[in-house]
C-alpha cells in the first residue's frame, strides 16, 4: 500500500532544532522523488524542500535555505527534514510528499504534523 507517515514534529523555541521523518513504502521511496510542503494557518501550502529519487538533486524554499536540510535513508525508506535554527514563522503543519521529480506535482501525501515555534 502506498502511504507516507510523518512523524518529528512538535513545540520548540525559537532558534531550536527539530527532525521530521518521512517513512515510505519501498515502492514510492525508491521510485519517486520525496518532498516536504508545509500549510500554516490562513495561508497556502507551499513547497519546503525536496530530493529526487537518487538523492543527487535537493531544492529548498528560499527562505529555509541554510537552516533545513533534506536527506534520505535507503536502509529504513525514510525521507528526514533536519530544522535548524527555527523561526516563529516556521510554524504550520508539515506534510511528506512524493511525486515523479522533485518539481513536478505530488501524488501522495502524508497526514501532517504539527511544527509550532515559540518566540
Known amino acids: 500500500q502506498d502511504q507516507l507517515y510523518e512523524s518529528g514534529g512538535g513545540l520548540v523555541q525559537a532558534g531550536g532544532s527539530l527532525r521530521l521523518s518521512c517513512v515510505a513504502s519501498?515502492?514510492?521511496?525508491?521510485?519517486?522523488?520525496m518532498g516536504w510542503f508545509r500549510q500554516a494557518p490562513g495561508k497556502e501550502r507551499e513547497f519546503v524542500a525536496g530530493i529526487s529519487w537518487s538523492g543527487g538533486d535537493t531544492r529548498y524554499l528560499d527562505s529555509v535555505k541554510g537552516r533545513f536540510t533534506i536527506s534520505k535513508d535507503y536502509a529504513k525508506n525514510t525521507v528526514y527534514l533536519q530544522m535548524n535554527s527555527l523561526k516563529p514563522e516556521d510554524t504550520a503543519v508539515y506534510y511528506c510528499?512524493?511525486?515523479?521529480?522533485?518539481?513536478?506535482?505530488?501524488?501522495?501525501w502524508g497526514q501532517g504534523t504539527q511544527v509550532t515555534v515559540s518566540s
Open positions: 519501498g515502492r514510492i521511496f525508491m521510485r519517486y522523488a
Open positions: 510528499a512524493a511525486g515523479n521529480t522533485v518539481t513536478s506535482p505530488y501524488d501522495f
